[in-house]
């Protein structure tokens, strides 16, 4: 079984920068894909950053140019470094690991709250 532990969410100002973590444990295997998404109130979840094993990355347009997502493959941990925050990126922040050759696990963290104040 595969486990998620986030940190890294809190309160900033709008422009400001914040850097979650998400670390794996329990059988990750090397095939895999990690992101991070996120939910507001009101609204569905939405993908904001995926990073393969390869390093192959995909941001959502709202975030291109702002977040940058990486991946320490030694430490089965996944961050999401967030630059010029907005009021907009207000939500709960959830990391996804996937197994994408086997799929053996589909893990979600238990989420981590960032709100940024105008």
């Known amino acids: 079984q595969v486990q998620l532990v986030e940190s890294g969410g809190g309160l900033v100002q709008a422009g400001g920068s914040l850097r979650l973590s998400c670390a794996a444990s329990?059988?990750?295997?090397?095939?895999?894909?990690m992101g991070w998404y996120r939910q507001a109130p009101g609204k569905q979840r939405e993908l904001v950053a995926t990073?393969?094993?390869?390093?192959?990355?995909n941001y959502a347009d709202s975030v291109k140019g702002r977040f940058t997502i990486s991946r320490d493959n030694a430490k089965n941990t996944v961050y999401l470094r967030m630059n010029s925050l907005k009021p907009e990126d207000t939500a709960v922040y959830y990391c996804?690991?996937?197994?994408?050759?086997?799929?053996?696990?589909?893990?979600w963290g238990q989420g981590t709250q960032v709100t940024v104040s105008s």
């Open positions: 329990g059988s990750i295997g090397s095939i895999n894909a």
């Open positions: 990073v393969t094993t390869g390093g192959s990355t």
């Open positions: 996804r690991f996937r197994d994408t050759y086997y799929h053996r696990y589909d893990a």
